[in-house]
């Protein structure tokens, strides 16, 4: 069954329309990486800085944060999703959210007023900070009745929302699926990565020589997914677990490079037809290792490749969706065939492996057809995708 990815929304710390983002993830901006201590220690974040759309108090069981930043990508999309609901019925659309936060933060504030009034905010639901919750708001927003859930694997979460969606509809229980992902910022997720040691001390570098840690982001990222015929396809899927340790991947990327052959045999292609991998190099000394070994091992330093977490951060929960995003962008919206550079301002690590890291301004000197993504999460829950023009 050929399914397609028919319209996309999103927005980040980088920007919060497709052309926009498009266009500064090309330059290489990383301006919407800025300084806060707003969620515990001062570090650098991807924080969205645009205007998001207000919850309507009929809502307000689901008033956060996170469910205005899918509102916002919602909106990118609206059109496409009343065309399908109106072929479909409202019964054959379902919603497969990815997310590692949801409304946590209006938890961490009504704590907050707690522990000063002594009483819990009036407007403060424990449903806000469900992980089901953004599925849930979108399905009562839409007015629609088809299945609608979410899955929380760290940051793996909005891609495993894919393989998810796709057997939705391969089981005839969907004809369209809402897919992607949400996370916000938080102090849960700023803290708990500032206790692994895990945040970096300035801009994140990935794959570079100095790199020591991440910047944490939030976006949003939805997809409609379909049998109707659009302008980019879901072709393969891959997905493993290395079940490692904790948090630490395992330094053979043996299983990553399970995921990402799985990945190719599903979309029938082989190694050298991909075009473009965006990386999930989240710019720790340990996963950028693995990653670049297991690139190397499947495709040499042959493809092009990059990490975007340099300019947007790293998204956890959303980051899956968030970049398979801008593998859509680049094969929809790129007419120069320009592709996403590795931005880490800092000097190559010559101990990785070798990769073909894109540089600022290179063109694939062709069309861009097939792109892949990879996405990694706590556990060693691994996730590769790939997708392509029609």
């Excluded at 924080?47 to 990118?76: F, G, K, M, V």
């Excluded at 997720?189 to 570098?205: H, Q, W």
């Amino acid at each position: 069954m050929k399914l397609y990815l028919n319209d996309l929304g999103l927005l980040c710390a980088t920007g919060s329309s497709k052309s926009d983002l498009l266009k500064r993830l090309l330059m290489g901006d990383r301006s919407g990486l800025v300084l806060s201590d707003t969620f515990g220690p001062t570090t650098i974040v991807g924080q969205i800085t645009s205007e998001l759309p207000l919850i309507d108090t009929q809502y307000s069981l689901y008033q956060c944060r996170n469910n205005q930043l899918l509102l916002a990508a919602l909106s990118q999309i609206k059109a496409t999703v009343d065309k399908m609901t109106a072929k479909f019925g409202i019964d054959r659309i379902g919603i497969v959210l990815g997310t590692s936060t949801s409304g946590v933060r209006n938890t961490e504030l009504a704590l907050d007023y707690l522990s000063k009034h002594g009483k819990l905010p009036e407007q403060f639901h424990y449903k806000q900070q469900q992980m089901g919750a953004g599925a849930d708001f979108l399905s009562a927003y839409l007015g629609l009745t088809g299945p609608a859930y979410t899955i929380s694997t760290a940051c793996s979460s909005s891609g495993k929302a894919f393989a998810s969606a796709r057997r939705l509809i391969e089981l005839n229980l969907c004809d369209a699926v809402i897919v992607g992902g949400a996370d916000s910022l938080c102090s849960l997720t700023i803290n708990g990565f500032s206790a692994l040691e895990s945040l970096s001390t300035g801009y994140c570098k990935p794959f570079g020589l100095h790199r020591n840690g991440i910047n944490i982001g939030e976006a949003a990222s939805l997809f409609v997914l379909s049998i109707d015929p659009g302008p980019v396809q879901l072709l393969g899927i891959g997905s493993s677990s290395d079940a490692y340790h904790f948090s630490a991947p395992d330094p053979s990327g043996n299983s990553v490079v399970k995921a990402m052959q799985q990945a190719l045999t599903d979309a029938s292609k082989k190694a050298h037809e991909v075009d473009y991998l965006n990386l999930h190099g989240t710019a720790t000394l340990l996963n950028d290792a693995m990653e670049s070994k297991a690139v190397n091992q499947l495709f040499s330093d042959k493809v092009a490749a990059s990490s975007s977490k340099g300019m947007t951060g790293h998204t956890l929960g959303a980051a899956a969706a968030l970049e398979l995003g801008f593998c859509w962008m680049l094969l929809t919206e790129n007419p120069h065939n320009t592709l996403i550079p590795n931005i880490n301002d800092d000097e190559a690590d010559n101990s990785l492996a070798p990769l073909n890291l894109v540089k600022m301004g290179q063109n694939l000197g062709r069309s861009i057809n097939v792109c892949q993504s990879n996405s990694f999460a706590f556990g060693g829950n691994n996730l590769s995708i790939v997708i392509a023009r029609t």
